[in-house]
């Protein structure tokens, strides 16, 4: 479905992305991860279409990000952005339909199924009884969950998505990464940049490891969670632990300092 060829991306003199390559196939999961600054928010920009490499490939379904027309583009990928980035002035009900514009042509008002669509991705998302609320009016992880029923309201094939889970409690944030999951039986193929690498190695299929621009390595938790890799990229004493019941294994992190104590 996206496909990435040595990708690079320039900002000024600044080397964002570098020669960034992957694939991911429909219905797939795959989770960003990586250090602050390591440019995990810009190659999300890139597979959403909403920046275009210096160098190299990115493709959606073999044809060219750049070469789809915005709206073509957003009837397929949503991406659900960072909360700080987006405006308290419309309600939250206002908000979701927003994730139905790009099906509605100029002047088309919204039918009784796009309503359907919307009041069902808020039952989803428990944020039906918000609908009234003014954005500026809900709690942090509130909005979070009314940002998602938003792109779910897309009905998207691709969704991308920037640290989900932030301001969500313990609780919420499985029942996103568990919706997302569910989706993804029924076909979505989901991309997030997760800074929780427990939660990571638990509901995404693949894991990219970035540093500095560059993929570190991609593939299936058990191959990124050795102690050696993450402890050079993220800086910090890492210890990887089997969880009974769990299918792929977890870390404990402390200080890097610690670990020069105690040696
Ligand atoms: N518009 C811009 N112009 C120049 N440099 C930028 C621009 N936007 C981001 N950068 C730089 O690109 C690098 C990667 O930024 P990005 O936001 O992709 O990182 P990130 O891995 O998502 O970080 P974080 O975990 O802190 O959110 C950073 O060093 C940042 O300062």
Known sequence: ??????????????VILQDVSLQLAKGQSLGIIGPNGAGKSTLLQVLGGHLTPTAGKAFLDQKPIDSYRKKDLAKRVAFMQQIANVSGQFTAYETVMLGRYPFLSRFQMESERDHEICEKSMERTCTLHLRDRNLEEVSGGERQRILLAQVLAQEPELLLLDEPTTYLDMFHQLELLTLLNQAQKD?????????????????????????????????????????????????VRVTVVDVPGLPVPQIVISPKWIAYQNS
């Open 1 to 14: 479905m996206i496909q990435l060829e040595q990708v690079s991306l320039t900002m000024g003199e600044n």
């Open 187 to 235: 076909g979505l193929t989901w991309v997030a940049v997760l800074h929780d690498l427990n939660l990571a190695a638990q509901y995404c299929d693949q894991l990219l490891l970035l540093s500095d621009g560059k993929v570190v390595q991609i593939g299936r938790p058990q191959e990124i969670f050795s102690s050696h890799l993450l402890e050079e990229v993220f800086g």
